[in-house]
């Protein structure tokens, strides 16, 4: 059974950091692109951040870079998204999703930050 579970979110004032954590199981996370993507109320989703199966290549949408890193660590089966300097607009869901090897996407149930003085 294919698991990824968010956790980390929660209310930070601005200028604050997260981090936040995305266990996965049940697929074959170390050869499986991981991505990070948020949904505020009202819009689209957005995807942010990329990282590579091995973790040596990473993408970054314009509203993060500089802000926010992506890393994994293969052997925990774990991603993480660290988030520096929180903006109120950076209030959304965030969302782990893995795409395997053969194509397949996965989400995570997703996790709550509220950026708010």
């Known amino acids: 059974q294919v698991q990824l579970v968010e956790s980390g979110g929660g209310l930070v004032q601005p200028g604050g950091s997260l981090r936040l954590s995305c266990a996965a199981s049940?697929?074959?996370?170390?050869?499986?692109?991981m991505s990070w993507s948020r949904q505020a109320p009202g819009k689209e989703r957005e995807r942010i951040a990329t990282?590579?199966?091995?973790?040596?290549?990473?993408v970054y949408a314009d509203s993060v870079k500089g802000r926010f890193t992506i890393s994994r660590e293969n052997a925990k089966n774990t991603v993480y998204l660290q988030m520096n300097s929180l903006k109120p607009e950076d209030t959304a869901v965030y969302y782990c999703?893995?795409?395997?090897?053969?194509?397949?996407?996965?989400w995570g149930q997703g996790t709550q930050v509220i950026v708010s003085s």
């Open positions: 999703k893995a795409r395997t090897g053969w194509g397949t996407d996965y």
């Open positions: 049940g697929f074959p996370f170390g050869s499986s692109i």
């Open positions: 990282i590579s199966s091995a973790g040596g290549n990473t």
